[in-house]
């Protein structure tokens, strides 16, 4: 009987530890719709892009504008990485905000440990790092690699970051990564890459986090 | 079995300690009311538990003023990891011999 018992007291211990490692370690709340409302803020800007600020296939019969980088006029490039910027910001407040209240509401007691803040860290430094290179590929006017220098740099922000968050975040980050690889050999087919990437690779993401999630 | 018991350490018997120690395993350092908030304890018992665990020479705290507020923060040391390890190495051998 007394042995029986400190077996069971060992075999708390040891969970107890296991918790609390993990609990400190990782953060484990990201929120799976908050994902798929990044896939769906990317969809809508990639049909924004499509109809107003890409070279449209009904325009381009004329002569005047068949050259892209006619269309690519400095304030139109301006405004397309002001777009992108918003559109990433949007994305990451949203993502955080709700994995905050998913957090709080699982776990009454959450708190911001130091891992959290060196998951942000990690994920965040090559985010600015591909955003800057973008940036200024943009205002020299390389337009060809735009889209899979973000693809990629996303994919290795996400690798970076997921063994202080939920590891399942690697898939998508690997999923990114070989996209933009992908993209950046082939021609004329950025903007595809990009809807695909960052639209319909996050909602089917997202759709299997709320799913996985939801199991337990 | 008795072997086994025999590294079993006393000083991590009590789920506060154990609780400090798991966290500061996996952490480079955390502070006071982090430690607090993630073991929902008192201020005064936890301050017993991590000097207790100090005079053992398992973590260190070192404590500076953020403005004028004091924050203290805590980290393992070498004898405290090695401690812990051997801890959980008797906890398990302990749970085998009984199967």
Redesign the interface.
Known sequence: ME??R??QE??S??N???E??E???RFKHISGWSIIIVGIYATIAAALAYLYLLPHPAICCFPEVTDTFAINTPHRTQLIVWLAVALAALAFTTVCLMSLFRARKHQP?F?????IRRALINFIVPMVAGGILCTSLILQGHYGLTSSIMLIFYGLALINCHHLTTSNIAILGYAELILGLVDCFMVNHDFLCWFLGFGIFHILFGIYFVVRNNKG | ?FSALENINKAFES?AR??I???L??????DF??LK??L?LTDGNLASHTRNLEDLGYITCEKRFIGRKPNTTFSITEKGRVAFAEH?KA??I??KS?N
């Open positions: 042995a029986n400190n077996q060992a075999l211990a040891l107890d530890i296991k609390m490692m609990k400190t370690s007691d708190s911001i440990t130091p891992s | 079995m789920k154990l609780g120690m798991s966290a395993m996996v952490n480079e350092s955390l009311a982090t908030s993630l929902q959980l906890l398990e302990f749970i009984q």
